[in-house]
């Protein structure tokens, strides 16, 4: 079955950049995505990206994935105290629906 | 922007109550889901539906129950509650096909006393 795995915790200080990593099981994958969650509220979906891309940017976010290694990573450049947040990775079922992992909760330090 | 909603946002209730979480959305999307997740952060999928007149449940065992008569609407039900059932319980659509883009609801957090 479907297993995502992700670091629990990360501190960033405010401007540097993070980098939250993903792993996941299923090679036949052809979306990833990457879900924030503000306190709060629900998931918002932040990006994904195609299998059949090794990269994508947008704007101050960057995802690289290494489909050899499935391994999956979000970078934020710049970070700001707004991006402190919990963020999903997730990978697609058999059943066409999305496995969640455990989520990275990001603290931005002033 | 995503038009999912639902209701209430907060609910305390004493065991053995009856209740129905609800979630609308104005997409006109096909699927819909519900997550339970923990306070440790972790969802858990309960339930889908792939359209009207089909429920699904999903990985982990619930003992709530969900109805599908509306596209739009896909409430959740427990019939008795237990303090077992406190956790937030996240609503979600989705178009059926291409990158299966999930949209969620802000959430009900359910405290069973």
């Known amino acids: 079955g479907e297993d995502v795995e992700q670091s629990l915790f990360l501190s960033v200080r405010e401007g540097d950049s993070s980098v939250i990593n993903c792993t996941y099981t299923d090679s036949s994958s052809t979306y990833l995505y990457w879900y924030k969650q503000e306190p709060g509220a629900g998931l918002q979906l932040l990006t994904y990206i195609f299998s059949n891309m090794d990269m994508k940017q947008d704007q101050r976010l960057t995802v690289l994935l290494n489909k050899k290694d499935k391994h999956l990573s979000l970078r934020i450049a710049d970070t700001q105290t707004g991006d402190s947040a919990i963020y999903f990775c997730a990978e697609p079922t058999g059943a066409n629906n999305l496995f969640f992992g455990t989520g990275t909760r990001l603290t931005v330090i002033p | 922007e995503a038009d999912i909603y639902q209701t209430p946002r907060y609910l305390v209730i004493g065991t053995g109550k009856k209740i129905t979480l609800e979630c609308s959305q104005t997409m006109g999307h096909d699927k819909m889901y519900w997550y339970q997740q923990d306070p440790g952060m972790e969802l858990h999928l309960i339930h889908y539906?792939?359209?009207?007149?089909?429920?699904e449940k999903g990985d982990l065992s619930s003992e709530s129950t969900v109805s599908r008569i509306r596209t739009e609407h896909f409430p959740l039900t427990l019939e008795s509650a237990r303090p077992s059932h406190t956790s937030q319980y996240l609503c979600a659509s989705s178009e059926f096909g291409g990158e299966e883009t999930q949209y969620f609801g802000p959430g009900t957090r359910l405290l069973v006393l």
């Open positions: 539906s792939y359209g009207v007149n089909s429920t």
